[in-house]
Structure formats: C-alpha cells, structure tokens
C-alpha cells in the first residue's frame, strides 16, 4: 500500500477520485482547472500504484490497494470520510458497491450518450456499429449499471475517416471536459453545469489544440 498525504489549503475544492487506470484524463482536468482555482484531490487507486510518484508531484492525496483485497469499497468509504470528501468520480470499469453511491455523490463517466451501449467496452462496440457520433456522459452512480440520472453529455461528430485511435482520442477529450464540469459543480453547488465558465474554456480549447485535435 502506497500513501503520502499534504496539508490542504483551507476553502479550496476537495474531491474524491477512484481509479484503477493511469488516470490520464483527471490529471489534464485538474491541471487545467488549478490554473484558475484550488483542487485537493483525494485519489484511491486500484492496481495503479506504479503512478503514485507522478500524482505526488501533482500534489494528490494518494491512497492504493489491490483489487484482491474485498473490502477495498470499505476502505474507500473510510478515508474519504476523514478527510471530508462529499463527491466522487469514477475512472474504473469495476462495479462499485453500496458502500460508496449510498455514502457519497458518486459520478462515472461513461464513453456513449446513453441510454445507448451502457455496459463495458461502450467505445469500441460503437465504433464498430459504425456509428454517427462519438460520445460520453457523466451520471449519478447507483445501483443500476449506467442507469443513474444523466447529468451532460458531450458529442461529437464521427468522421468516416476516423480510425479507433482517433475515436480514443476524441472519446479523452470529452472525458476531461466533462471532469472539468463535475469539478465545477462541486465547487459551486446548485445545478450541473451545461458548459465551462469563460476562463475554464479558453484554457480546455487550449489544451484540445495542444494534444492535436482541434
């Protein structure tokens, strides 16, 4: 087990991630959105710890175990409850337990505009079903697979062109846009925001060009 934990500063945005991927799209996020506000990220990875000393130097509240251990849904709970996280985001595919979506706001996101390809491997059966858009959308987690209230959801158009590389990249995009959209909606409360404040948005257009994809 891997754990290093910072002084926070007082008034500043706390959240909570649970990951067992590199995580790629909420370090982006959190990196753009710290650019303009405070961000303490409390990240409870599964099976990743090999990215434990990429996400200290970015400052994350860093907690791993190994999916082997059952009670890791147990665990979670528990330390996110001592440091007073109240909303988390998914990047996992596991299926997380009670434990969790009855203790917290749990957000996922899932790579399709559902209610179309809930389920695993959502990106790659649509990109194999040829179909005409690519998208993600950020819901509540509960106990229905994928099936909890819709938040936003982003699209965009599939070029006949696209290979599934691009379709990866596209789908990445999305998915720090839509970060950037729960981190807001922690931040201020009220409604889930439909799009990103002004400043937010000049650096994440500044950033699509960056990575290549305009």
């Known amino acids: 087990?891997?754990?290093?934990?910072?002084?926070?500063?007082?008034?500043?945005?706390?959240?909570?991630?649970f990951c067992?991927?590199?995580?790629?799209?909420?370090?982006?996020a959190v990196s753009l959105y710290r650019q303009v506000k405070s961000v303490s990220v409390?990240?409870?990875?599964?099976?990743?710890?090999e990215i434990g000393p990429e996400l200290d130097e970015l400052g994350f509240e860093c907690k791993f175990h190994s999916s082997a251990d059952g009670d890791f849904n147990n665990k979670c709970k528990v330390w996110f409850q001592e440091?007073?996280?109240?909303?988390?985001?998914l990047f996992t595919e596991k299926i997380i337990s009670e434990a969790l979506y009855d203790s917290f706001e749990v957000y996922n996101i899932h790579p399709?505009?559902?209610?179309?390809?809930?389920?695993?491997n959502a990106l790659k059966r649509a990109y194999d079903d040829n179909c005409c858009v690519i998208a993600a959308t950020i819901?509540?987690?509960n106990h229905d697979v994928d099936g909890g209230d819709i938040k936003a959801q982003i699209t965009h158009e599939a070029n006949l062109q696209f290979n599934y590389s691009m379709w990866e990249r596209v789908s990445f995009i999305?998915?720090?846009?839509?970060?950037?959209?729960?981190?807001?909606?922690v931040e201020k409360g009220g409604?889930?925001?439909?799009?990103?404040?002004?400043?937010?948005?000049?650096?994440?257009?500044?950033?699509?060009?960056?990575i290549g994809y305009d």
């Open 83 to 89: 440091n007073e996280i109240t909303s988390v985001i």
């Open 42 to 49: 409390f990240f409870f990875g599964i099976n990743n710890a």
């Open 20 to 28: 067992d991927s590199k995580a790629s799209a909420v370090k982006a």
């Open 174 to 185: 999305q998915k720090v846009y839509l970060t950037l959209l729960w981190l807001a909606y």
């Open 139 to 141: 819901h509540r987690v």
């Open 112 to 120: 399709s505009k559902l209610p179309s390809y809930k389920g695993l």
């Open 1 to 17: 087990m891997y754990l290093r934990l910072f002084n926070i500063k007082e008034g500043n945005v706390r959240v909570g991630v």
């Open 191 to 210: 409604d889930f925001p439909s799009e990103l404040e002004l400043d937010i948005n000049v650096l994440f257009e500044r950033f699509v060009k960056e």
